[in-house]
């Protein structure tokens, strides 16, 4: 049972702008074979196929939900199905802290990311926005998770960790 639940989708324009790659890609496509004349092969609805499925898998992606329970905190990517999802045990988190950073800079935008925080190297999970939660490791590793409420979700990764939480 989570203590705390957040849900996250990306902007609307980064839909908008997969749906328009989706449908030109099909248009073009329908295009491309009705001028070639070509028709009737047995494999010609594989591309497709393949194209809706990508398609289907991209805007799966595009959310990303943060749960923190009594004992972990989880991170996952795609909406129907999980294509993505990082557990982290409360027990193995040093430091909590709210921060801000800057996403196209530090980490090379949205999603799931590497780069570099307060001059070390960090993993990024995020989807909006330039706040999020910093968490410091046991293990040496460092991560920020995106959050629309970074304060909320560190305090109660703080308060079940049995931390004290850095705003």
């Given at each position: ?10 902007p ?38 393949l ?7 991209i ?13 972990e ?95």
């Amino acid at each position: 049972m989570p203590v705390f639940r957040e849900e996250q989708r990306y902007p609307r324009w980064v839909y908008l702008l997969a749906a328009a790659a989706f449908f030109g890609a099909l248009f073009a496509e329908a295009v491309e074979t009705l001028s070639s004349g070509r028709g009737g092969g047995p494999y010609e609805w594989i591309p497709g196929v393949l194209g809706a499925t990508a398609g289907m898998l991209i805007l799966n992606l595009l959310f990303m939900a943060t749960e923190v329970t009594r004992t972990e905190l989880v991170v996952t990517m795609g909406r129907f199905f999980p294509l993505y999802r990082r557990r982290v045990a409360l027990a193995d988190i040093l430091e909590v802290r709210a921060v801000t950073y800057r996403p196209l800079r530090d980490a090379g935008g949205w999603g799931i990311r590497w780069g570099r925080f307060e001059g070390s190297r960090c993993a990024f999970l995020n989807a909006r926005g330039d706040r999020g939660v910093f968490l410091n490791l046991r293990n040496g590793k460092r991560l920020i998770i995106g959050s629309q409420n970074a304060e909320a979700l560190a305090e109660a990764v703080s308060r079940e960790a049995g931390l004290s939480a850095q705003v």
